[in-house]
C-alpha cells in the first residue's frame, strides 16, 4: 500500500508500512524499558526524541513501523520514513513533515554520504521542536561513529539513546513460542526444541527457518512435527 502523508501537495510515496507491526507484537521481555519508554512518549504531551540503535536483523524497523501504528491507534497522526528507499529521491520533499504528530526515520547511518539530505533532516528536526512533533530515528550504528554534518550529529546525540539488544540464550525458547503464537503458526512444542538444539542459537536464523517451515507447512497440507521440520530442512 501506499501511505499518503497529510501535506499541501498530496503525493503519494512510495513507502509501504506493514499493519501487523504493534509494540504487542513484538518480543520485549528483554527489552521492557524501552517499549516502556516509547509508550510513554505517545501518551505525553512533552517533546520527545528519540535515536534508536539495533543491527540490521534486530526487529529496529518492525519496531519504528509499530510506533507509527500506535499513534494511529489513539487517533495521531505518524508517518515512516526509510531511508533506504528515500535515500535516492530529492530531499525536499520531507519540507513541511512537522505537520506529523511523530516522525519515525528509520536507517539514519545511510546518510553519511549525503549532505543534502543531512542538512534537510536538521532543518526538520528545528521544525519539529517548534511545531510538538516527536521524533524516532533508526540506525544500525552509534550516531557519534556517523560521518555527519557537526550540527546534525550534535542534534542526534543529544536525543534520548534506546538500543534493541540481542534476545539472550535463555529467552529464544520463550521468544520463539510467542512469535509463533502472534503468527498463529501451528507445531508441535518439541518442533522448538528440537531447532535449538540442532541450529544455531540466534533469533533471527531460528526465526526465519520458523517462518520457512510454516510457509512448507501451508504448501503440503501437513502439521510442523520434528520429522517435517527434518525433512524440510534437510531439503
Same mark, same amino acid.
Given at each position: ?12 510515496f ?7 507491526p ?9 527489552i ?42 489513539i ?22 513533515f ?23 533532516i536538521?532543518?526538520l ?7 510538538e ?22 542534534r ?6 534506546? /538500543?534493541i &539488544? ?5 529467552? !529464544?525458547?520463550? %521468544? ?5 503464537? +502472534?503468527?498463529? $503458526? ?9 531447532l535449538l ?6 533469533? /533471527?536464523? &531460528?526465526f526465519?527457518?520458523?517462518?520457512? !517451515?510454516?510457509? %512448507?507447512?501451508?504448501?503440503?497440507k501437513? +502439521?510442523?512435527? $520434528?520429522?517435517?521440520a527434518?525433512?524440510?530442512l534437510?531439503?
Amino acid at each position: 500500500m501506499n501511505f499518503i502523508p497529510m501535506n499541501p501537495k498530496q503525493l503519494i510515496f512510495p513507502f509501504a508500512i506493514d499493519q501487523y507491526p504493534r509494540f504487542d507484537n513484538f518480543y520485549h521481555s528483554h527489552i521492557q524499558q524501552l517499549i516502556y519508554s516509547l509508550s510513554r512518549s505517545l501518551q505525553e504531551s512533552t517533546e520527545s526524541e528519540f535515536v534508536i540503535t539495533g543491527t540490521e536483523r534486530s526487529g529496529k524497523s518492525f519496531l519504528l513501523q509499530a510506533i507509527c501504528n500506535e499513534y494511529k491507534l489513539i487517533d495521531k497522526q505518524a508517518f515512516y520514513l526509510p531511508m533506504k528507499v528515500a535515500i535516492n529521491m530529492e530531499p525536499d520533499f520531507i519540507e513541511n513533515f512537522d505537520i506529523y504528530d511523530a516522525l519515525c526515520i528509520d536507517d539514519v547511518h545511510l546518510l553519511h554520504n549525503h549532505p543534502k539530505w543531512q542538512e534537510m533532516i536538521f532543518h526538520l528536526i528545528n521544525q519539529s521542536r517548534e511545531n510538538e512533533c516527536n521524533l524516532y530515528f533508526g540506525t544500525e550504528e552509534s550516531i557519534l561513529e556517523l560521518d555527519l554534518l557537526p550540527d546534525l550529529s550534535s542534534r542526534l546525540s543529544r536525543m534520548q539513546s534506546l /538500543q534493541i &539488544l540481542s534476545v539472550p540464550d535463555d529467552k !529464544l525458547k520463550e %521468544a520463539l513460542t510467542f512469535c509463533a503464537a +502472534k503468527l498463529e $503458526i501451528s507445531l508441535d512444542h518439541e518442533v522448538i526444541d528440537y531447532l535449538l538444539k540442532r541450529e544455531k542459537r540466534e533469533f /533471527q536464523h &531460528l526465526f526465519s527457518l520458523l517462518k520457512h !517451515l510454516d510457509q %512448507a507447512s501451508a504448501q503440503q497440507k501437513r +502439521k510442523i512435527t $520434528i520429522p517435517f521440520a527434518k525433512q524440510t530442512l534437510l531439503s
